[in-house]
DNA sequence: AAAAGATTCAACCGCCCCAAT
DNA sequence: CATTGGGGCGGTTGAATCTTT
C-alpha cells in the first residue's frame, strides 16, 4: 500500500528555496491565502511540491515567526513541555505562538537535549543555566499529580457525557477551537506581521550580500528587476539583527509589498499586531487567518506559563486541567 | 592558513489522520 | 462500506557554517 510521495514526479525541484521562489509563495498566499497547497505549484508556476511550498511557509515565510534566540523563559517551556507531551513538537509549538515546531525540534535536538544530559550527569543542586534540580523535582511531583488527575476527570467527564450525546465534548473538533493543543483554525484571528516583512528582511539581506555570477542561479523572477539572486542566502540569512540596507532600496523591496520601511527595518521579533502596521492592505489581512494559535487568543499560553514559571501556583494548575481535559488526557 | 571535526537548521521523507467521494 | 488524496506531524538528512587543532 501506501501512496507514492507527491515530490516524486520528474521536474520537481528539491533544495533550498531561492528568494525568488519565497516571493512567488508569499506573493501568491498575500493573494489567496494560506491553504488547498496542492494548487499552489499549478497556479504559481513553481516547480515545488506542495508540501515542499506549506513547509516552506510554515517554517520560514509565515508572518510573525520568531528564529533563534530563545530566551531562557522559552527553555524552560519547552522542556516542560516536552517533559508532558513528549516529542509532540506542533502541541509544544502551540505554546510557543511565534515558534515553530520544526524550530522547537531543532533546538530541542541541538540544544536542549544535551543542556539536560549534562544536568542528568552534572552535580546537584542549582546549576549554570538556573534549572535547579529541586525544581525539577517539583515539577516532576506536579506532573505526576496532574497526570492523575486529568485521568480521573476524563473518566468521569466521559461517563457524564455518555448520558448526554447531543452536546458531547468528545466532538473534538469544537472543543479543538478554543484548546492551545488544537490544530491551527484558520477562524483563529492572528496578530502576526505580515510576511512582507520577512521577505523584505530577506531581501535586505540579499541586498546586503550582492549576488555572485550567474553560476549560483536558479530560474530567475522575471519581475525582479535585479540581478539574479545569491542562492545561498534563505534561511537564518535574515535575522532581524543583521544591519540595515540603505533606506532607499528597502523602501523599494517594502513599496514592492505595500509595506513602509518602518515596518521591516524595526523587527523586534515581537508579534506586531496587524493593526499597528499601517500599510497593512486588506489583502495582506488575509494573513490574520493564519493558522497559529496568536497572542491574542492566550488564555491557555498564559496559564501554561504561569504554570511552568511558578511552581507554587495552584490555580494555575487547576485552571490548566480544567482547560485541557479532553486532548490532556489523551497524552497519558 | 588550512584541514578536520562539530554543530546547526532548512528541507525532505514517510507515515498517519480524516474528509470527501 | 472502501478508497483516495490533501494536510499535518515527527524523524532524519545533509549542506552550510562554525570551532578547534
Known amino acids: 500500500m501506501g501512496r507514492p510521495p507527491c515530490c516524486d514526479k520528474i521536474g520537481v525541484k528539491k533544495g533550498p528555496w531561492t528568494p525568488e521562489e519565497d516571493i ?34 510554515t517554517n520560514y515565510l509565515r508572518p510573525g515567526i520568531k528564529r533563534g534566540n530563545f530566551t531562557e523563559q522559552e527553555e524552560k517551556m519547552i522542556i516542560h513541555l516536552q517533559a508532558l507531551l513528549g516529542n509532540r513538537w506542533a502541541a509544544i509549538a502551540s505554546y510557543l505562538p511565534q515558534r515553530t515546531d520544526n524550530d522547537i525540534k531543532n533546538y ?17 543542586g542549582q546549576n549554570q543555566d538556573g534549572f535547579s534540580s529541586s525544581q525539577s523535582v517539583s515539577k516532576g511531583q506536579w506532573e505526576r499529580r496532574l497526570q ?43 496578530t502576526y506581521a505580515s510576511s512582507a516583512e520577512n521577505i523584505s528582511r530577506l531581501l535586505q539581506n540579499w541586498m546586503k550580500n550582492p549576488p555572485k ?5 536558479t530560474n530567475s523572477a522575471e519581475t525582479m528587476t535585479q540581478n539574479s539572486f545569491n542562492n545561498t542566502t534563505t534561511a537564518g540569512s535574515i535575522s532581524s539583527e543583521e544591519g540595515a540596507l540603505s533606506a532607499t532600496t528597502a523602501e523599494g523591496f517594502d513599496s514592492f509589498f505595500s509595506f513602509n520601511s518602518s515596518n521591516s527595518d ?33 488564555v491557555p499560553l498564559t496559564l501554561i506559563e504561569k504554570w511552568l514559571l511558578d511552581d507554587g501556583s495552584a490555580q494555575a494548575h487547576e485552571d ?13
Open 24 to 57: 512567488i509563495l508569499v506573493s501568491y498566499i498575500q493573494e489567496h491565502g494560506p491553504g488547498n497547497w496542492r494548487s499552489v505549484p499549478t497556479n504559481t508556476g513553481l516547480l515545488r511540491c506542495s508540501k515542499s511550498c506549506r513547509l516552506r511557509w
Open 108 to 124: 530541542w535536538n541541538t540544544h536542549l537535549k544535551k543542556k539536560l544530559k549534562k544536568l542528568q550527569t552534572g552535580v546537584d
Open 148 to 190: 492523575t488527575d486529568i485521568r480521573m476527570a476524563k473518566q468521569a467527564l466521559s461517563e457524564a457525557l455518555s448520558l448526554d450525546k447531543p452536546n458531547s465534548l468528545t466532538d473534538s473538533k469544537d472543543l479543538n477551537l478554543s484548546h492551545p493543543y488544537s490544530r491551527p483554525s484558520q477562524s483563529q484571528a492572528s
Open 213 to 217: 555570477p550567474a553560476a549560483h542561479q
Open 266 to 298: 524595526n523587527v523586534s521579533h515581537e508579534s506586531v499586531s496587524v493593526d499597528q502596521i499601517p500599510n497593512l492592505t486588506p489583502e495582506n489581512s488575509v494573513f490574520q487567518d493564519e493558522s497559529k494559535p496568536n497572542l491574542g487568543d492566550q
Open 320 to 332: 490548566l486541567i480544567n482547560l485541557s481535559l479532553e486532548d490532556g488526557a489523551e497524552l497519558f
